[in-house]
């Protein structure tokens, strides 16, 4: 079994910064990759950033790309989001999740996720 703890949501005025953590236990290791996903009231779940565990590889929603960056660390099986020039846009609950350990074809489609964190809140207000 895998468990997931989202951490570093919160208010934040717009253009602001914010630091997302995510911290995994269990078989981790088995994840092909690992991402995060938002979603706003009213609106489905969005693919935001995702890293391949194994080779580092990244890739981004292209609302985020340029001002979102995500990075993992192997050795402590965490991973991170830098979120800056934050926009009310953004505001959503914010989940870490990890994917399947084989067969991916999409990394940015949410049923290629097994295990999911608890989600953190993050409002950027005007």
């Known amino acids: 079994q895998v468990q997931l703890v989202n951490s570093g949501g919160g208010l934040v005025q717009a253009g602001g910064s914010l630091r997302l953590s995510c911290a995994a236990s269990?078989?981790?290791?088995?994840?092909?990759?690992m991402g995060w996903f938002r979603q706003a009231p009213g609106k489905e779940r969005e693919f935001v950033a995702a890293?391949?565990?194994?080779?580092?590889?990244?890739s981004y929603a292209d609302s985020v790309k340029g001002r979102f960056t995500i990075s993992r660390d192997n050795a402590k099986n965490t991973m991170s989001l830098e979120m800056n020039s934050l926009k009310p846009d953004d505001t959503a609950v914010y989940y870490c999740?990890?994917?399947?350990?084989?067969?991916?074809?999409?990394?940015?489609?949410?049923?290629?996720?097994?295990?999911w964190g608890q989600g953190t809140q993050v409002t950027v207000s005007s």
């Open positions: 999740a990890a994917s399947k350990p084989y067969g991916v074809s999409a990394i940015s489609d949410p049923d290629e996720y097994d295990y």
């Open positions: 269990g078989r981790t290791f088995s994840s092909y990759a």
């Open positions: 890293v391949r565990w194994r080779s580092g590889s990244t």
